[in-house]
């Protein structure tokens, strides 16, 4: 079982930014936060990922909560081409394997 | 850079015929692999995963096996296949930061 709780779905407009929120009450103190999209009829792709501190890249900025019990995925200015199912993965890295066990996620529209 | 490769790209096969879906991986050496299954309208299910040559885990019993030849190739056969092997197939490999990266896939029709 998906140990992540995010909404079905989300509009955004284009130009703004989208936040898309998921819950992680569960996780354990050694689980990474990782997020993946999926833009329909491609393999995912990943996002960002952290642990405890808030992270950013060139695609996108991770706010997790102090407590870690919930994230929040920000995509800065949003175009049309982030139109796509966003997933929040918790899982730990041991360095061994990384199973990543993939919920419904949400599904983000954004809208011109 | 890395780059990983999965084919065919599309297949379609009837009942009861052998499969054989080949991933490669170029640009890293030992990497972890992954094959997932989405069927259609569904999330993605972990199917196998490999830490090494030969190493394989199964995720999911069923109609479907993995194997291992070498450092970057990862195949996913099997002997008879069903109606409901139909789906999309990712391959994927995991970075030194535990994060995945995954080929195009191969959308597989069962008649």
């Known amino acids: 079982d998906a140990k992540t709780t995010q909404p079905p779905s989300m509009d955004c407009a284009e130009g703004r930014a989208a936040n898309l929120p998921c819950n992680h009450s569960?996780?354990?103190?050694?689980?990474?936060v990782y997020w993946y999209r999926q833009i329909h009829s491609q393999g995912p792709q990943y996002i960002i990922h952290?642990?405890?501190n808030n992270e950013t890249n060139e695609m996108a900025s991770l706010i997790i909560t102090e407590d870690r019990k919930s994230s929040t995925l920000i995509l800065p200015h949003a175009t049309l081409r982030d139109t796509a199912v966003y997933y929040c993965?918790?899982?730990?890295?041991?360095?061994?394997?990384?199973?990543?066990?993939f919920g419904t996620g949400t599904l983000l529209a954004v809208q011109p | 850079s890395q780059t990983i490769h999965q084919w065919p790209a599309t297949l379609v096969q009837p009942v009861g015929s052998p499969l054989s879906l080949e991933c490669t991986v170029e640009?890293?050496?030992?990497?972890?692999l992954y094959w997932y299954r989405q069927a259609a309208g569904r999330g993605l299910q972990l199917l196998f995963y490999?830490?090494?040559?030969?190493?394989i885990s199964s995720e999911v019993p069923q109609n479907l096996s993995a194997s291992r030849p070498q450092d970057r190739q990862f195949i996913l056969s099997s002997k008879k296949l069903l109606l409901s092997d139909s789906g999309f197939y990712l391959c994927?490999?995991?970075?030194?930061?535990?994060?995945?990266?995954f080929g195009p896939g191969t959308r597989l029709t069962v008649t």
């Open positions: 994927a490999w995991m970075s030194g930061g535990g994060e995945q990266y």
């Open positions: 569960t996780i354990s103190g050694n689980e990474y």
């Open positions: 952290g642990l405890k």
């Open positions: 993965i918790v899982e730990g890295y041991g360095g061994a394997t990384n199973k990543l066990i």
């Open positions: 640009g890293t050496s030992n990497p972890n």
């Open positions: 490999s830490v090494g040559i030969g190493q």
